[in-house]
């Protein structure tokens, strides 16, 4: 065998190599994003309960639920939070990159309006792009994005509100890959806070409300009988930044599934491209082994005449 | 006399993690503890952080470290919403002291009255609850 024989053989091996990771990474990803896509399911029972109890409290309560400090808008516009949702790791195409680039834009339409900017970010990847662009984040959330659990959505989830009500940010805008389907997410961007009280009111769930509905009518009769510990004040000033939290766990599981889907998409395609890649080596291989083998034919035949 | 059983949810934003017939539930609201029976009065309360636990008869019962959340109480049975339910052998008591310390810390470093202090005093709460839990459920 010839060394250039050699040499393509030595390149179809590590290219196979390198498939053989990028299938398992796919076959990985593949099963994570099922877990991912188990997880959404799982919050909507526990997010319609939590929308049935506030409409119940917030009629007992019969008064405005807008004096809240999270439903208040802020007078003037000073500052604006931006949460930015990316992953620990990278190897999924664009899934950080354009958070980091609607974050970034959406960041300069704000400081062209001449409101303060604080960023936070979730995923080692947000963090460390800010930090390299000289835009340290103040909030920094890692460790978690392969599976958060609400305990990670409530540090964050109250760590702005708290940035909110105290007056630090007047607006805080949340960016991140709204999963559709593991081949499709899009980036959205949302307004956490002031919370609208439209979400809380109407459920933004179809799925949800006829159920709702249903169930009111069915304690309907009870209301009135109903004991309240503490009173219904109360419980509504508890229950409404629940819908934060949910909001920014919803937020990161969503995010969490689109990344395993674009994880998937991403290391399919790695995979392909090696498939190609072995499939020109191998031809490029044959083409030289052919060679060599007519340039041997030749000079046997060459040989054989000289001696005639 | 046998306890007449009832319908129990517990519900998280991870899924249902109970959803049995019992015979008592007892755990803590922001007023106090709370114990319930069967046909006990349609109610709603805000839930603290405590030892939840679920009776499926006098002797047997079921434990869950309980973060905040919210009881509904219906002629159809009980639902507890909570933000986390862990069972007491699953809890990490060094994790808890980690995270029950930088409470603390936050409690002190936050200005009295803001938001930042409200929550770090709800923190603060919730892991020396569960810490109780923990050590409860190791010795």
Known sequence: MSASQRDVKNRIGSVRNIQKITRAMEMVAAARLRRAEQRIEALRPYAGAIRRMTRQAAEAAGSEISGLAILRQHEAENSVALLLVTGDRGLAGAFNSQIIRAGLRAAREHEGDGRAVLYSAVGRRGVSTLNFRGKEPVGRYVGFTDRPSYADAREIAEELIAAYVDGKADRVEIFYNGYISPLTQEVRRETLLPLQQATILEGSDPEDSDHADAADDAHSSHHALVEYEPDPDEILARLIPDYVEISVYRALLESTASEHGARMTAMRNASENAGELIEDLTLEMNRARQAEITQEIMEVVAGAESLT | ?139
């Open chain 2, 1 to 139: 006399m046998a306890k007449t059983p009832f319908r129990t949810e517990v519900l998280t934003p991870e899924g249902s993690c109970f959803d049995e017939e019992v015979v008592q539930v007892s755990t803590r609201t922001k007023t106090g503890s709370i114990g319930i029976l069967a046909r006990h009065q349609p109610l709603l309360g805000m839930l603290e952080p405590t030892e939840l636990r679920l009776y499926r008869s006098d002797t047997d019962i079921v434990t869950y470290a309980q973060g905040e959340g919210y009881i509904q109480v219906s002629p159809d049975g009980v639902l507890l919403l909570v933000e986390e339910a862990h069972r007491p052998e699953s809890l990490d008591v060094g994790d808890l002291r980690d995270k029950l310390r930088r409470a603390e810390e936050a409690l002190s470093a936050a200005e009295a009255g803001t938001e930042e202090q409200r929550r770090a005093a709800r923190d603060r709460r919730r892991w020396e609850a569960f810490l109780q839990i923990a050590g409860g459920a190791a010795g």
